[in-house]
Structure formats: structure tokens, C-alpha cells
């Protein structure tokens, strides 16, 4: 076991980088997915107050997932990081002005008292819209970091065959908000946000299929292990689609555990079908690795971190559902004061 | 240099002038926040949990805004020096990836305090308990990233080897690379400077409010009362913390005429290597100072630029920024002095005023400090080891990036102070 696993320590640091990965798209999709709760105040009901509170601590704990995605590429994977700057630097540049937009938006709404500017049409699209091509964005380079895309691919003609897989990401993530929104917001699969998030997602794994089966041949030809890549997660995607619209038996609950497991499945099957590749056929992950005393200090940093950081996080999560459960039975006074930070 | 290589070091320069600024205050306020809520606990006072309850506000603002620039700093790392980040990864890996972790403890425990002020009563050792993993995180983070920047001005525990053309590091020892000798010097100095300027600003906020109040109806208020606690209490940590960065300041200076004596050279625009050499003090020149703040005696010798090839010398500009950097550390000790010593001036405009300009003049010596560490080692990222354009990005598009980033950051700047300021003049402390 112990010599599997330092002959494979490489995938094991790819898998983590994937944790990193799997948990941003879980906390971020139920908060951009929340953000529409924002653009149409009127569809919140009862448990708006619930919304806003849960939000807010949440996605002070977000990014750091996705810096801990980055990060562990960085420090597992110092080789892959010219090809993957190179690769990422378009996504990568409209993702921090989206996410400095969004956060503008959140001081706004969360901290400020500008209630004119809250209510306006403008800054609540404006807040939606970041949110959302922040999330494009960090799907657009997740999707290219996962599948292995070349800089050479990237930036040649060939870029657009990007196009379906990053669809099908966006489409997986849509249906997740969707659910998610149901179980944290409140919102019932019948509400215009949620039933929004579902349409967007028919809709875009739709077009993503007739691209990708028009497409395919061409991309074959030219990276054969990253069209099956795509082939595979094409077929997880759907599982995602079929269970966001299914609803598994109408509880928002079992369907968001259900889609945030087939969303691991999808990010960790993905990358032991790629390894011992990281860019095929380009780059291994054992040639791009660090130094095997950085490895292993870094995976023993991982153990410790996370013996601290699981249970910190289910004492952020256990404090804010207890604290949204007596906003919605109505026995905390500060109810009144919306989604503001009072002090 | 090439124009792209100058934007993105324009670049580059801005994200973490940018940065320090929130990142310094970040590391501040928690521990001003958790002293105030200690102190209001221990002595049943009301004004400090109050003072710990409206500066947490302040910690919530500014973690956000320094969240997003700590992002773009990582992201920018990628982005524009992926060269350095495939060179040195193997050394500065593992303080990398525990400050994710510091950063999860931080941002965590910042949702668990902010939230849950009153949760269990008025005055409760447990909520207070929640802000110490705040306090730690921010300066675990602060430390560790600090460790990267001491491997950059001294790199330690790599063996390098020119492989295809290519520096590589061929041996490591990441403990050896993260404590190397320049760590202890960089660390201690920057981040006692960062909780100086935190409480000088505190303090500066508090003299403003007083001064504000100056002859009018509330000069003996309940409000005056509270500003002038805050002021007091903000005004000793200050001057504590102004003490220890005097002794830092000169461990770092002995340190850089040991293993950087170009860039003490090039700070003390020294031409020739000399015994008794002179300190040049904001244009005055002190006879055999230089010596003695090195070696202890005026036959200490000490290293001049024509000992060093010209073309590795680092701009000359940074002199200047040093001395403002030492006269702001002078000024920030004696203030508080001042304010001890004279007491009939405490609640006199010169006084406020020099608070205030004590507080200006913190924030303008963090900013000098790191200008003259970064841009007194170029022309290299790592020293002596990888020249900065070799670790330049290949990407075309920085120029358009270099453009719009920073107005992204002039936005986020006005909206934080914006909303803060307008913040605490609408919500006036309660009795």
C-alpha cells in the first residue's frame, strides 16, 4: 500500500488539487446560485433573511478554496505552471476582474447602507452578472486545467473545441445553483430563479451536444486522450443534468449531495483517466512534479491542515443553518435588519 | 527591459502596493479587536467591547477587500512570472500551501466572530475565544508569505544546476529554504510594523473623532469619553509595537550589510568600500555612523557599489525611500511621547494633527519598506540566482492588463473607505 502510493504520489496530489476544486464548485455554485434571490428580491418569500445570512460567511470561505486549487498546483506541480499561465492567461485575467466587480457588489450589499443603490435594477444586475462570469470564468480554467489543453491548442485555431466542454461545465454547474438554491434559499423547483438555472442548463447541454458530436472528429484528430476525456465526463455531465432535473424524488437535499458526489465523480475520474498526463501528451504529472522532500512535507501539511480546517468549517456551517433556522421561525430580532452587518 | 516586461513589473508593483495596504490592516485590526475585547471583558467596561464591536465592522470590509487582492497576487504569480513559480516552486511550495490553510482558519473564524456577536450574551469568553484562531491566521499568513519574499532576497537550501539551458533546482531542503537566514529578520520587522500602523491608524480615528468635537456640546459626552479610551489605549499598543520595530529595523539593517551589502550599499549610496564609513541621513552626513550601526565600531568595514558590477546595481531612488522609511520610525516613537509627556496638549489640535500624521506616515513606511526590499534586488526575482526577465511571462495581452487592474483597484479602494466612512458617521457609538 505505502509503496503504491509513493510510486503514485503524483495522482494523489492531482486528486487534491481536484478537492480543491470539487469543494469551489460546491460552496460557489449554491452562492451564485443565491445571488439571483439579489436580482429578483420579490421571489425570495419568507426565508429571504435566511438567504442573505447563509450567504454571507460562506463566500468569505470560498475563494479559499479556489486559491487552495491554484496553490496546490503551484506547490505539487511547478513544471506544469508555464504551460498552464500560458494556457489560462484569458480566463484567468477576466475571472479577477469579475470576481473584483463581484466583490465590489458584496460590500455593496452586504456592508454598505446605500439602500437606493441595493434596490436599483443596475447594481443588482450588475452584482448577478459578475458573480456569473466569475463562475464562467473559473469553469472556462478549470475545464482547460482538467482536460490538459495544450497553450499551443489554446491559442491556435483550434481553440474553440474548448467551447462544448466548457458549456457542459456551465451547464453541470447551473443545474447545481438550481438544486442548491432549493435547499439553502428556500425556493421551490417552480420558482423563476431555480426553473431559470434549470432552462439555462437544458439549453446549454444541449448546444454543447450538437457541437461536441459536430466537433468531435476534428478535436480527435488532434489530442485523441483529451477527446476521451471529454467523451467520459459528456457522460457524467448527463448523469449531473438527468439528476438536477429529476430532482431525486422531489428533495432538494438528497439531489444536492447527489449532484456535489457525481461533480467529485466527474473531477477525480477525469484526472486518473488523464494521469500519468497532465497536458498530453505533453507533460507527466512525475515531470512536472516537485522535489519528493517538498511532496512529502506538503502532503503531511495536508493531513494536519485539514484535521483543522474540516471541523472549523462544520462549526461555520452548523452556527449559520442554527442561526437561519430562528430567522425563519421568526425568534430573532435582528430578522429586521435584512442582510446587513449591523454593529 | 522590454515594454511588456516594464508593465508587468508596473504591474506588479501596483496589486501589491494595493495589497500590503488591506493585507497590513488585515493583520492589524484582528488583534486591536481582540485586545479591545479582552480589555472590555477583564474590566467590565463597556466602551472597549463597544470599540472591539465597531472596529470588527472595519475587519469584515477590509478582509474582503484584501481577500480579492490576495487572490490577484496569487493569480498574478501564475500569470506574469511563471518562470519563477517553475524555478523556486520546489522551495517555496510548503509555505505556500500552509498559508491556504492559515487563510481557511482565518476567513472561518472571521464568519464566526462577526456573526455571532450577542449570541451568548453581552460579554462571553467564548465569542471572544473565536477571534484568537482570527488573529493567528492573519499572521500565520503574513508570516508565511514573508518566508517566500526572504527566499527571494536570500535564498537558502537549493542546490541550482543549469539544465538545457535552464535554471533549475536540483536539491532542496524546504525547511532550510523557508527559515533561511533572512527569514527571522523580515518576518519580525514587517509584521510588528504591520500592528504599529494598525493601532496608529486606530489611534489617528480616534484623535479625528476628538477633534471633531472640539468645542462643541459633546466635549464631555459619553462619545468623548469613548474616543478618548480609544485613543489611549490605541496610542500604547502603538508606541509598544514602534519600539520593537526600532530593534527589528536594526537587525534587518545588520543583516542586509551581512548577506545583501549591495542593497545596503545602493541605501546608503556608499560609492567606495570603507572603514569608518559615513551614514547619509536625509541629505546630513554622519561621520562613521554607517560603521558603527554595522559592526559596532567606527573600523567596521563595510562593502561599497564599486565593489559590485554597475549593472547589477539596484535603482538609486530607493536611498530616499529608506530614510523616510527610518525618520517615520523616529517620528512614530516620539509622538506618543509627546502625547504622555505633555499633557496639556492632549486634546489640542497640534496633537490630533500629529497623530494623525503619525498614522500617514506608518502606512507611507510599510509601503517605503517593501519598495526598497523588491526593488533593491533587481535585477533579480531571486537573488543571485534568477534575473527577473527570465521569469517574465511569454503571454501577450499584459499591457491591457496592466491598464485595467488597477482601476479595478481604485474602484475597490473608494468603495471600501466609502462605505466605511459613511459607515461610522451615521452610526455613532451607543450608551
Known amino acids: 500500500m505505502i509503496a503504491f502510493f509513493q510510486a503514485h504520489t503524483p495522482l494523489a496530489a492531482m486528486l487534491l488539487a481536484g478537492f480543491f476544486l470539487w469543494c469551489y ?21 419568507p426565508r429571504a433573511v435566511s438567504v442573505a445570512q447563509l450567504l454571507s460567511p460562506v463566500w468569505e470561505v470560498n475563494n479559499v478554496f479556489l486559491v487552495g486549487f491554484f496553490v496546490s498546483l503551484l506547490a505539487f506541480f511547478p513544471g506544469f505552471i508555464p504551460w498552464f499561465a500560458t494556457a489560462l492567461f484569458i480566463p484567468l485575467s477576466v475571472f479577477i476582474v469579475a470576481n473584483g466587480v463581484r466583490v465590489l457588489s458584496v460590500l455593496i450589499f452586504f456592508y454598505s447602507p446605500f439602500e437606493r443603490i441595493q434596490q436599483s435594477l443596475l447594481a443588482r ?5 459578475s458573480a456569473y462570469t466569475a463562475m464562467a470564468a473559473a469553469a472556462w480554467g478549470a475545464t482547460v486545467a482538467i482536460i490538459g489543453v495544450t497553450p499551443e491548442l489554446w491559442l491556435a485555431q483550434f481553440a474553440w473545441l474548448l467551447v462544448p466542454a466548457v458549456l457542459f461545465a456551465l451547464a453541470g454547474l447551473a443545474a447545481f445553483a438550481g438544486v442548491g438554491m432549493e435547499l439553502f434559499g428556500g425556493a421551490d423547483s417552480s420558482t423563476s430563479p431555480v426553473k431559470m438555472f434549470t432552462d439555462f442548463s437544458c439549453v446549454a447541454y444541449a448546444a454543447s451536444a450538437v457541437w461536441f458530436f459536430k466537433m468531435v472528429p476534428l478535436f480527435a484528430a488532434h489530442n485523441i486522450r483529451s477527446a476521451d476525456v471529454l467523451w467520459t465526463s459528456v457522460a457524467l455531465a448527463l448523469a449531473l443534468a438527468l439528476a438536477a432535473l ?8 438528497a439531489a444536492f449531495f447527489a449532484l456535489a458526489a457525481l461533480v467529485g465523480i466527474l473531477i477525480f475520474y477525469v ?12 507533460i507527466t504529472a512525475a515531470s512536472a512534479y516537485t522535489a519528493t522532500s517538498t511532496a512529502t512535507i506538503l502532503f503531511i501539511v495536508c493531513i494536519l491542515g485539514l484535521v483543522l480546517v474540516i471541523p472549523s468549517l462544520a462549526v461555520l456551517y452548523t452556527l449559520f443553518l442554527q442561526k437561519n433556522k430562528s430567522y425563519e421561525t421568526g425568534n430573532n430580532t435582528i430578522e429586521s435588519e435584512g442582510n446587513k452587518i449591523i454593529t | 527591459m522590454s515594454p511588456d516586461l516594464l508593465w508587468g513589473r508596473v504591474l506588479m508593483a501596483d496589486t501589491l502596493a494595493f495589497h500590503i495596504f488591506f493585507a497590513l490592516l488585515g493583520v492589524g485590526i484582528p488583534l486591536l479587536v481582540s485586545l479591545a475585547e479582552l480589555v472590555g471583558m477583564v474590566r467590565r467596561d463597556d466602551d472597549f467591547l463597544q470599540f472591539a464591536r465597531r472596529w470588527s465592522f472595519a475587519m469584515g470590509v477590509l478582509f474582503v477587500v484584501g481577500a480579492i487582492s490576495g487572490t490577484v ?17 520546489p522551495a517555496i511550495g510548503v509555505p505556500m500551501f500552509l498559508e491556504v490553510f492559515a487563510f481557511f482558519i482565518e476567513a472561518i473564524f472571521l464568519g464566526v466572530y462577526m456573526f455571532t456577536w450577542g449570541r451568548w450574551g453581552n460579554r462571553s469568553w467564548r465569542h471572544w475565544l473565536s477571534s484568537l484562531p482570527v488573529v ?8 508565511l508569505i514573508t518566508t517566500v519574499n526572504a527566499f527571494m532576497n536570500e535564498p537558502s537550501g537549493i542546490v541550482t544546476q543549469v539544465v538545457g539551458g535552464v535554471q533549475k533546482i536540483v536539491q532542496v531542503n524546504p525547511w532550510q529554504a523557508m527559515f533561511g537566514p533572512a527569514t527571522l529578520p523580515e518576518t519580525s520587522h514587517s509584521i510588528v510594523a504591520y500592528y504599529t500602523t494598525t493601532f496608529f491608524v486606530a489611534a489617528a480615528i480616534c484623535a479625528l473623532a476628538l477633534w471633531r468635537r472640539r468645542g462643541t456640546m459633546e466635549t464631555n459626552s459619553e462619545t468623548t469619553r469613548y474616543f478618548s479610551k480609544g485613543l489611549v489605549f490605541c496610542l500604547t499598543l502603538a508606541f509598544a509595537c514602534a519600539l520593537v520595530v526600532g530593534f527589528t529595523g536594526d537587525a534587518s539593517a545588520r543583516f542586509l550589510a551581512s548577506h545583501e551589502p549591495l542593497k545596503l550599499a545602493t541605501i546608503e549610496q556608499l560609492p567606495a568600500t ?14 562613521d555612523a554607517l560603521s558603527e550601526l554595522v559592526g559596532g565600531t567606527p573600523q567596521t568595514v563595510v562593502q561599497g557599489l564599486a565593489a559590485f558590477d554597475p549593472a547589477l546595481w539596484p535603482p538609486s531612488f530607493i536611498h530616499w525611500l529608506f530614510d523616510g522609511m527610518a525618520a517615520s520610525g523616529f517620528f512614530l516613537v516620539v509622538v506618543p511621547i509627546v502625547y504622555a509627556v505633555r499633557r496639556n496638549w492632549r486634546h489640542s489640535r497640534i496633537m490630533f494633527g500629529l497623530i ?40 501577450a495581452g499584459v499591457v491591457v492588463i496592466a491598464l485595467v487592474f488597477p482601476v479595478l483597484y481604485v474602484v475597490l479602494a473608494v468603495a471600501a473607505f466609502w462605505i466605511l466612512i459613511r459607515h461610522y458617521t451615521h452610526h455613532a457609538p451607543l450608551h
Open chain 1, 25 to 45: 464548485i460546491v460552496v460557489a455554485s449554491v452562492e451564485f446560485g443565491a445571488t439571483l434571490f439579489i436580482l429578483f428580491p420579490k421571489l425570495r418569500g
Open chain 1, 125 to 129: 444586475l450588475v452584482f448577478a452578472t
Open chain 1, 246 to 253: 429529476g430532482r431525486l424524488a422531489r428533495r432538494p437535499s
Open chain 1, 271 to 282: 484526472i486518473s483517466l488523464q494521469y500519468p498526463y497532465l497536458v498530453y501528451p505533453f
Open chain 2, 73 to 89: 497576487v496569487a493569480v498574478e504569480f501564475f500569470m506574469l512570472w511563471p518562470g519563477f513559480v517553475a524555478f523556486a516552486g
Open chain 2, 136 to 143: 493567528l491566521g492573519s499572521v500565520a499568513s503574513a508570516f
Open chain 2, 274 to 287: 570603507e572603514s569608518h564609513a559615513p551614514l547619509r541621513f536625509l541629505g546630513i552626513r554622519i561621520p
Open chain 2, 356 to 395: 494623525i500624521a503619525a498614522a500617514l506616515a506608518a502606512l507611507f513606511s510599510v509601503e517605503a519598506g517593501w519598495i526598497v526590499t523588491e526593488v533593491g534586488r533587481q535585477p533579480y526575482v531571486v537573488a543571485g540566482v534568477l534575473k527577473t526577465a527570465a521569469a517574465f511571462t511569454p503571454s
